[in-house]
């Protein structure tokens, strides 16, 4: 059904129809129901908070039975958060707010333990990109320029491989 046809069979609806429909869909369906949810109660703060631990737990997880748990390290924890977040229509500086914490909490971790797999630079080079992007197009790149420039700075520090990459997207708006 196109969207067109979709508007002319809600057209054709009384109000209580209407009704009955969104709230069978609210029922039958979670991500309606999350939709509405944070439509009428967004809690923004909250989510945050709670996405930033769970992908802080991704590289310093909590301690279980008195032993540490094995870091996981995975990019698809942020983002699985961004596109929520994107999804519920979440201020565009919060989604840059995780965006860049993902990649804070990467090179902090990373900082502090020997990192082999290539695989772990590429995955921040890419956050670190789609980052900048997302940042252009929402206009809020000056917003967040501090952060991205550290850690930039911060890929110099710790002698990351690919630094040349980070540097080449730096170049791109600086100028």
């Given at each position: 059904?196109?969207k067109?046809?979709?508007?002319?069979?809600?057209?054709?609806?009384?109000?209580?129809?209407?009704?009955?429909?969104?709230?069978?869909?609210?029922?039958?369906?979670?991500?309606?129901?999350?939709?509405?949810?944070?439509?009428?109660?967004?809690?923004?703060?909250?989510?945050?908070?709670?996405?930033?631990?769970?992908?802080?737990?991704?590289?310093?997880?909590?301690?279980?039975?008195?032993?540490?748990?094995?870091?996981?390290?995975?990019r698809?924890?942020?983002?699985?958060?961004?596109?929520?977040?994107?999804?519920?229509?979440?201020?565009?500086?919060?989604?840059?707010?995780?965006?860049?914490?993902?990649?804070?909490?990467?090179?902090?971790?990373?900082?502090?333990?020997?990192?082999?797999?290539?695989?772990?630079?590429?995955?921040?080079?890419?956050?670190?990109?789609?980052?900048?992007?997302?940042?252009?197009?929402?206009?809020?790149?000056n917003?967040?320029?501090?952060?991205?420039?550290?850690?930039?700075?911060?890929?110099?520090?710790?002698?990351?491989?690919?630094?040349?990459?980070?540097?080449?997207?730096?170049?791109?708006?600086?100028?």
């Amino acid at each position: 059904m196109s969207k067109r046809d979709l508007k002319k069979y809600l057209a054709e609806l009384n109000k209580e129809q209407l009704e009955e429909q969104i709230i069978e869909l609210y029922e039958k369906f979670s991500p309606v129901k999350v939709y509405y949810n944070f439509v009428f109660n967004p809690k923004e703060e909250t989510l945050l908070q709670e996405c930033k631990l769970k992908i802080s737990n991704e590289y310093y997880p909590l301690k279980k039975a008195g032993r540490r748990n094995k870091p996981k390290m995975r990019r698809s924890v942020a983002q699985k958060y961004i596109k929520h977040f994107a999804l519920l229509g979440v201020d565009p500086f919060i989604i840059a707010d995780v965006m860049l914490y993902n990649i804070e909490i990467a090179q902090t971790f990373s900082s502090e333990h020997i990192i082999k797999q290539d695989l772990f630079f590429k995955s921040m080079y890419n956050s670190f990109e789609q980052a900048v992007i997302f940042l252009i197009a929402n206009g809020i790149l000056n917003d967040f320029k501090t952060r991205i420039l550290a850690i930039h700075n911060e890929t110099i520090t710790q002698k990351w491989y690919n630094e040349p990459e980070f540097n080449a997207i730096i170049e791109r708006f600086e100028y």
